[in-house]
């Protein structure tokens, strides 16, 4: 099993920013973000490897940065430019044996 805990949500203005962080239990090779915003499925954000290999949803490309520090188990989104439809609630996702693990999220709010 793997425990995930996000942080770093709040409330920002269009425009601003935000990082948010994810500690793992265990050192895990890929690890993602995802978001939902109110009445809408679970999207992918982003993924990146243990080796620093990245890939972005085409709606926050160029405006958000996944990045990683595998000695702390620890993987960050920095989110810059924010626009209204990025609020939602952020998790973090691994798989681990075949089983899919989320944390339990953390609010993002943009207001106009």
């Known amino acids: 099993q793997v425990q995930l805990v996000e942080s770093g949500g709040g409330l920002v203005q269009a425009g601003g920013s935000l990082r948010l962080s994810c500690v793992a239990s265990?050192?895990?090779?890929?690890m993602r973000w995802y978001r939902q915003a109110p009445g809408k499925q679970r999207e992918w954000v982003a993924i990146?490897?243990?080796?620093?290999?990245?890939n972005y949803a085409g709606s926050v490309q160029g405006r958000f940065t996944i990045s990683r520090d595998n000695a702390k188990n620890t993987m960050y989104l920095q989110m810059n430019s924010l626009k209204p439809e990025d609020t939602a609630v952020y998790y973090c996702?691994?798989?681990?044996?075949?089983?899919?693990?989320w944390g339990q999220g953390t609010q993002v709010t943009v207001s106009s």
């Open positions: 990146i490897t243990s080796g620093g290999t990245t």
């Open positions: 996702n691994v798989l681990l044996d075949g089983r899919a693990y």
């Open positions: 265990l050192n895990i090779n890929v």
